[in-house]
């Protein structure tokens, strides 16, 4: 079994930035795709970006040119800087690991991400 572990989130003033950090642990096992989903009050969880184990990456519009998602592969974590935060991107938000255990997603617990001012 994965385990996740997140963190980083807090409270921002809108144009701030914030590093949401994860950490993967478990049995011997192999990191397909890393990526971040947000859900925000009263709606859906979202994807949020994704990196895949060549490195291939790929975000959602809404944060495109402000996020950036990374991963070390030697800590089996992944990443996510958060730069010119805007009010909307206020949410909770969880890592999503597929790995030769769990090839349908491994979760975390989630971290909260408030941008007000």
């Known amino acids: 079994q994965v385990q996740l572990v997140e963190s980083g989130g807090g409270l921002v003033q809108p144009g701030g930035s914030l590093r949401l950090s994860c950490a993967a642990s478990?049995?011997?096992?192999?990191?397909?795709?890393m990526a971040w989903y947000r859900q925000a009050p009263g709606k859906q969880r979202e994807f949020v970006a994704h990196?895949?184990?060549?490195?291939?990456?790929m975000y959602t519009d809404s944060v495109k040119g402000r996020f950036a998602i990374s991963r070390d592969n030697a800590k089996n974590s992944v990443y996510l800087q958060m730069n010119s935060l805007k009010p909307e991107d206020t949410a909770v938000y969880y890592c999503k690991v597929l790995s030769s255990l769990n090839p349908a997603g491994s979760w975390g617990q989630g971290t909260q991400v408030t941008v007000s001012s």
């Open positions: 478990g049995s011997i096992f192999t990191i397909y795709r």
């Open positions: 990196i895949t184990s060549s490195g291939n990456i």
